[in-house]
């Protein structure tokens, strides 16, 4: 099938490392990209470090043809991704005046200052576009290809709907599963050969065992839908329990 | 505070990326290291490639001082990371009598067939040790700083509980938390300057928006309980409203 275009996503926060949260952004963004034609090769969680962000980027943006990044973008003393991005392009990075009113108008409706803390989200690196905030104004922005975005879930997700139609996807991925309800050692050799025969698709088992009983999804993906029914079929011929 | 030992993690899936399937063991993971006083610094998410995965097995044991990695480790045709682990340290990988031993045992007690894609799960590179399954047998083994273990997150988990009494921690990093229901741009400069008075600590503070109410909750975290006392103390009496 034909290569789409591939992506990357470096996740920065101390919090998901340590176990406080669990990352919700890898799965949504994950999914999202599948849908779009668009394949995730890789993520990277990292700390709130300047020296490993830039290090990240310049790997991740260096590898793949698209990068997105969550958290690190709000006003307190421990975001400080937009510094690490300029950096890692060798661009400057300050407050911007349209992020500036932005904000300036967000707060002013709701009669709050715009402090020195909330004006942090201001800052943008020198070349970059801006990425709309719906839920909660302060921008995320684009640095050439580093999509970089809030890691509130709410937010984050607001953002990949701004950005991703903007990207162009390759063919959507497709796919069917089968369950089978054998071990994966009874299912391994004939699905095995039915790899190698299909190398148009691509078969992923992942076991499960519920209730005492072991068995495994059977996962085909193609782009090519006619593909899969075919080896969908091929599969429940050989496995007449799956389901 | 003193430094604790540094751990990595490689999470290994073409499922994960596609947005099939949710990880678990990540923050499972985080959590039970934490505790365990090894910091997590570094996770990284790849696809079913060998070479990627000795790229990333290279990178990460080559940089912190343990690598615990997650997948591919079963029967199938898609599971690969043995081979992988084994090429990134350059040494052999075959089937192993002491591992061919336990799947034996394991399939003729339910009389089941040892067969060729059974065995795959004896692979083991030269010089690796064995990591215990209470789960379902087959092992996950160690090589070199390398821990590797399965995917399915029972039996990932009874394989990180089998290990970690291995590892040396150092002093479990403890936290205190207080959520103040007001804007992270109201918190952000007195919590800064917070953070400067108390490097002895380290604070996060994570933003919610909750029934239209935005917050925070301000983590902080030491080795040093007391450290933590003074600051949640001196935070409280910042903010009154802090609960």
Do not use: W
């Not at 911007?96 to 942090?120: K, S, V």
């Not at 698709?201 to 593909?227: K, L």
């Amino acid at each position: 099938m034909a290569e789409n275009p591939t992506a990357a996503m470096l996740v920065i926060g101390d919090e998901i490392l340590s176990g406080r949260t669990r990352d919700a952004n890898m799965h949504f963004l994950a999914g999202e990209l599948t849908k779009h034609g668009i394949t995730l090769k890789e993520v990277r969680v990292v700390s709130d470090d300047h020296d490993v962000i830039v290090g990240a980027v310049q790997a991740l943006s260096g590898s793949f043809e698209t990068v997105f990044t969550s958290g690190g973008i709000g006003p307190t003393h421990d975001d400080i991704t937009a510094e690490a991005i300029a950096d890692a392009f060798g661009v400057p990075c300050g407050i911007r005046d349209d992020a500036r009113a932005l904000l300036q108008a967000h707060y002013d409706a709701r009669g709050q200052e715009l402090n020195e803390a909330r004006l942090r989200m201001a800052r943008i690196p020198d070349g970059a576009s801006l990425i709309e905030n719906p839920v909660s104004t302060a921008p995320g922005f684009t640095l050439q290809n580093v999509h970089v975005m809030a890691g509130v879930p709410s937010v984050f997700q607001a953002m990949v709907a701004s950005v991703l139609p903007s990207l162009t996807g390759g063919q959507p991925l497709l796919s069917q599963s089968l369950d089978i309800p054998r071990g994966e050692g009874d299912i391994a050799g004939p699905l095995g050969d039915l790899a190698k025969a299909h190398p148009e698709v691509s078969i992923g088992s992942y076991p499960y065992q519920r209730d005492g009983v072991y068995g495994a999804n059977i996962v085909v993906r193609s782009s090519d839908g006619a593909a899969i029914d075919k080896v969908i079929t091929a599969l429940a011929a050989a496995f007449p329990e799956a389901r």
